[in-house]
């Protein structure tokens, strides 16, 4: 199965555990792109919505794009008061509109899925000249050297998950290479901007949000059982709270 189509397995948990985005970047995004009604907007990859509210708000026509057929139905219903949204059932290389005809396009946590050498070269044929990029990521960072609970889920992951990507909390390499590339394929006047968020959760609670990402809801049954078990009883023996450091990356372009 296409590991994108995972997130349509369990929508309501989706969107119940998903983070959402802090008001500054939205405000950061806003600024840049002087969004307002009249406008084109796209979002590629909306997923249940958690960054769409805000553009909506600015009165654009707003269209956003969904693979997952459950996910595109829970967010058509989610905004179906607000008649300037439309979403598409398909994937963004295969939605078709007309070139120069966008006044900005957006992605959350959902941009890395396209292959790079089609996502950035499409974008930029549908943009309008001086139309905006902005692309941005939510990165958990479950990890503090002085915090013991933090260091057991760690060593819980390096048992069951030791193949899965470490995640580096303050990544400049990754900073670097995201910006050098939207630079590469002709976008100009790159701003990259970071934010910080922290969300605290019980241990049934992280389950919950572990089982909203693909990597975890494709371990073998057995292993993400006993998997799921250890971190809920660590996290219980330290009083059944866990904070989660979220770091936010964003990247604003112009064609």
Not at 32 to 53: D, F, N, W
Not at 93 to 107: A, F, K, L
Not at 160 to 180: C, M
């Amino acid at each position: 199965m296409d590991k994108r189509l995972a997130f349509n397995e369990d929508v309501e948990n989706y969107d119940k555990r998903r983070p959402t985005y802090c008001d500054d970047l939205f405000k950061d995004v806003l600024a840049y792109s002087q969004l307002e009604q009249g406008k084109k907007a796209l979002e590629v990859g909306i997923g249940t919505g958690q960054a769409t509210r805000p553009f909506l708000e600015t009165g654009c026509e707003l269209t956003a794009i969904e693979l997952g057929r459950d996910l595109a139905e829970y967010s058509k219903l989610k905004f179906q008061e607000y008649k300037n949204f439309r979403v598409c059932n398909t994937s963004f290389e295969e939605y078709e509109c007309p070139n120069n005809s966008i006044d900005i396009i957006y992605s959350a946590t959902a941009f890395h899925w396209i292959p790079e050498n089609i996502g950035y070269p499409k974008v930029l044929k549908l943009l309008k000249s001086g139309g905006i990029l902005a692309l941005f990521w939510n990165r958990p960072f479950v990890a503090r050297v002085n915090d013991e609970l933090h260091q057991n889920i760690q060593s819980i992951y390096q048992r069951y998950r030791p193949s899965s990507t470490k995640i580096i909390e303050h990544d400049t390499e990754r900073y670097k290479n995201i910006s050098k590339t939207i630079q590469a394929y002709g976008f100009r006047e790159v701003v990259f901007k970071l934010y910080h968020l922290t969300r605290t959760f019980s241990s049934s609670d992280y389950i919950s949000l572990l089982n909203t990402y693909s990597d975890h809801r494709s371990l073998p049954p057995a292993t993400k059982e006993l998997f799921e078990s250890e971190i809920k009883e660590a996290i219980v023996r330290f009083g059944d709270v866990l904070n989660v450091y979220d770091t936010i990356d964003l990247y604003l372009a112009r064609k």
